[in-house]
């Protein structure tokens, strides 16, 4: 395990990270969602894609990584671009989940993997939208409990900073940014996945020119089981 200090927008950032097959010469980054951090994606990949050098990172607030200042999922992209300029690797292949999808979609990368990624602003049921109207209504009291009681469970014990940044990011909308993607793309899904239900991932493919969809078994975090068939995949279809 080894850390970078990088300074993006006067701000010092200490990002936490780990190589993989550090000797190969073709790299890919491999980014965790949002409450996560490096490890589990590691556990997942670490024995997998042995042709390729990964680059296992913390993003800014996760992990061992530091953060000290509110950021936008544009951002981190800039921050993780910054990243890798410093550690002089070029990637060829970004990996994301959840929220490290909509990351590793905004780098460009040749070829990109998307795993139950966030961005497609999904209908909230009527018990959220009770709650978001309680919690609007209520906050003006100052009271401390609200946001124990209102606010979801990967905002809570979170600094201000990162809580302001998950306010960001949250129900943001990323169609956009997806339609314009370049790279070649494989989409894998969990079909019982509640974060990002299965008809979100369906949308991403279906926006991005160059993807393929594949929906398994499993939720949120379905690729702990299918690695295997994951990296396959992506060593079949990244051939050359």
């Not at 943001?172 to 019982?192: N, V, Y």
């Amino acid at each position: 395990m080894a850390s970078k200090e990088i300074v993006y927008k006067d701000k010092r950032f200490t990002l936490s990270y780990e190589l993989v097959n550090p000797t190969q010469s073709e790299a890919i980054l491999i980014l965790h969602g949002w409450g996560s951090n490096k490890e589990i994606m590691k556990q997942a990949f670490g024995s997998t894609l042995s042709k390729y050098k990964h680059i296992y990172l913390d993003m800014p607030g996760f992990g061992k990584s530091t953060n000290e200042m509110v950021l936008t999922t544009k951002e981190y992209a800039e921050i993780v671009q910054l990243f890798l300029e410093t550690l002089e690797v070029k990637v060829s292949i970004a990996m994301g989940h959840s929220f490290g999808g909509k990351v590793a979609t905004l780098l460009n990368t040749p070829r990109l993997v998307l795993l139950s990624s966030a961005g497609v602003v999904t209908v909230k049921p009527w018990s959220v939208k009770i709650k978001i109207a309680t919690f609007k209504l209520l906050k003006p009291l100052g009271m401390k409990k609200i946001r124990e009681l209102f606010v979801a469970p990967d905002a809570q014990g979170m600094s201000h900073e990162m809580y302001e940044t998950f306010k960001n990011v949250v129900d943001e909308d990323f169609e956009d940014a997806f339609s314009k993607s370049k790279s070649k793309t494989l989409c894998f899904w969990g079909k019982e996945d509640t974060a990002t239900p299965l008809y979100t991932g369906e949308k991403i493919s279906s926006l991005i020119a160059d993807s393929a969809f594949y929906p398994l078994d499993g939720d949120h975090f379905f690729f702990l089981k299918y690695k295997d068939f994951i990296a396959h995949t992506m060593n079949e279809h990244f051939k050359g």
